[in-house]
């Protein structure tokens, strides 16, 4: 079983619709929890990370995370053909011998006009 | 302009040929990391670098080798490359929290 699990899509939305990405995690020691974006030909470039249980809003994007349930969700409302993305959940342990970064294989969105 | 930067970004090549990629960051970042990413496998850690001199193992080392001898660069290297190391390739910087990592564009490589 990997660490981190993830939907690979793809998933296509009308434009203005609301999306909602998910992962699910297996190790309760994970500390940060991220989401980045990677478009084609591109490197990842991080959305948004959070530390806690909760939620987090950044303008149209909204990250939420369950530890009890070890569940990471994005949200994204108001979606726009710029967001068409591969979307990747990644999670980080902080130690003192190596930060250990663990990502998700990614969603591939396609948001159409 | 803060950025990472990898070189080539597209590589072919023939098994057994010896190849480098180069990796530098403007940053001042002490993390780097090498990544490759594979169709239905995600990113995966190749080496890492806390710091200048200080490299080690990520998940999937085997036939990569790396180096950090100065604080900006952190080159890949391939010492005989096999066609299962045909990927897209990542280099990555951060501060030593790791939060917010930067990549470069990528590499492309091919093994023929």
């Known amino acids: 079983q990997k660490e981190v699990e993830q939907d690979p899509g793809p998933l296509s939305v009308p434009e203005g619709a609301i999306v909602s990405l998910n992962c699910t995690y297996s190790?309760?020691?994970?500390?940060?929890f991220m989401w980045y974006r990677q478009y084609s030909r591109k490197g990842p470039e991080l959305l948004m990370y959070?530390?806690?249980?909760g939620n987090k809003e950044d303008g149209r994007f909204t990250a939420q995370v369950d530890k009890s349930s070890k569940y990471i969700s994005l949200f994204i409302r108001d979606s726009q053909p710029s967001d068409s993305a591969t979307y990747l959940c990644?999670?980080?342990?902080?130690?003192?011998?190596?930060?250990?970064?663990?990502f998700g294989t990614g969603t591939q969105l396609k948001v159409e006009l | 302009e803060a950025q990472v930067t990898q070189n080539p970004r597209y590589l072919i090549t023939v098994t057994g040929k010896k190849l480098t990629v180069t990796c530098s960051q403007n940053?001042?970042?002490?993390?780097m990391s090498w990544y490759r990413q594979d169709p239905g496998l995600g990113l995966r850690q190749i080496y890492y670098?806390?710091?200048?001199?200080?490299?080690d193992k990520g998940d999937v080392p085997e036939g990569y080798k790396v180096s950090r001898k100065e604080k900006r660069n952190f080159p890949l290297i391939l010492e005989s490359p096999s066609p299962n190391q045909t990927s897209l390739y990542f280099c990555?910087?951060?501060?030593?929290?790791?939060?917010?990592?930067?990549f470069g564009p990528g590499t492309r490589l091919l093994v023929l």
């Open positions: 990555a910087s951060s501060t030593r929290a790791a939060e917010t990592q930067y």
């Open positions: 940053m001042n970042h002490e993390y």
């Open positions: 670098s806390m710091n200048v001199e200080v490299t």
């Open positions: 190790n309760s020691a994970f500390q940060y």
């Open positions: 990644a999670t980080l342990i902080l130690t003192g011998g190596g930060n250990k970064l663990t």
């Open positions: 959070t530390y806690s249980s």
